[in-house]
């Protein structure tokens, strides 16, 4: 199968395009420069030059391909819609990628009770809407003979298998650890997030692209820690003890920008036991606070 990907060069697309290849498949990746374009050539992936906003570049490249995967930018609604526009009618499949910022409660560092499930009814914070408006746009291409997918992953951890090895939210945490010698965490750090391996969050998309049906909608979760808990396995990684310390949000915004310090003081807690039964999704590697530990941030610890 020739599959067109958005986000090719990207932590969460990048990943996924290696296990497409891995599964047989054929990529062409979107690419915004002639180096990004190389670097996805030295991936096996076919470039294909172009961004977001070059609406006609998205069109021909997906009504070319097999299936489509938009791994690039949640917050790009105009993509989306261009994409979805350009399958309307061709039963061709495309996997939209959102996040599930979207159920963030900014409780600066609280903790937080409720776990969504995909019916959950959702009342985003204003800076969330768009996103989930976005969403509802792709799932409703279904209606429009688009077999059309949104996948919602969570806090997504481990080393990626494409050009963009890291996440951003884990390697944070450890640098400012090191920079300050403690850990930091927004508020007490007793607020939860789901979390996922990155090599887990691709099956899960694999999974989808062979079985999910049109108008589908998964969270992508594997587990859930306290921002707390994470901070102390830095901390022991970084050999530093158990010992952290409370961010201001304040400080938080100067050092991470509002979105990301309101963003890690919230609970973001999803449930995806629906990917699980429905995809025959299971997730096999290491949970979060192990993977610190002792899995993808061995090299970080020095």
């Known amino acids: 199968m020739d599959v067109f990907v958005t986000g090719a060069t990207g932590y969460i697309g990048g990943t996924v395009s290696a296990r497409l290849i891995q599964a047989g498949h054929r990529v062409h990746g979107l690419a915004r420069n002639a180096e990004r374009a190389e670097r996805l050539e030295e991936h096996g992936i076919t470039p294909v030059l172009g961004t977001l906003d070059d609406f006609d570049i998205l069109t021909t490249a997906a009504q070319s391909a097999d299936a489509t995967i938009n791994a690039a930018n ?7 819609r261009a994409l979805a526009e350009a399958l309307e009618g061709s039963g061709k499949k495309l996997l939209h990628t959102s996040g599930t910022s979207i159920v963030a409660d900014n ?7 409720i776990v969504y499930r995909e019916d959950t009814p959702l009342d985003p914070l204003p800076e969330k809407a768009s996103r989930v408006a976005t969403d509802r746009l792709v799932v409703a291409a279904a209606g429009k003979g688009v077999h059309a997918i949104v996948m919602c992953p969570c806090l997504i951890y ?8 890291d996440s951003i939210q884990v390697p944070m945490f450890i640098d400012m650890a090191r920079a300050s010698g403690v850990p930091r965490h927004p508020g007490p750090g007793l607020n939860i997030w789901s979390n996922v391996h990155i090599e887990d969050c691709a099956d899960a998309y694999i999974a989808a692209l062979e079985h999910a049906a ?3 909608y998964f969270y992508v979760e594997s587990g859930e820690d306290s921002m707390l808990d994470l901070n102390r396995a830095v901390g022991r990684l970084l050999g530093l003890g158990e010992r952290t310390e409370t961010l201001s949000l304040a400080d938080a915004v100067r050092a991470w920008g509002a979105p990301m310090a309101l963003g890690m003081g919230s609970n973001v807690r999803v449930n995806a036991d629906k990917a699980r039964d429905v995809l025959g999704w299971a997730p096999v590697q290491r949970a979060l606070l192990d993977d610190i530990e002792n899995g993808s941030y061995a090299d970080r610890a020095a």
């Open 158 to 165: 481990g080393k990626g298998l494409g050009v963009r090895p």
């Open 214 to 216: 049109a108008g589908s």
């Open 74 to 80: 949640a917050d790009h609604p105009y993509a989306a």
């Open 107 to 113: 409780a600066s560092g609280q903790p937080g009770d």
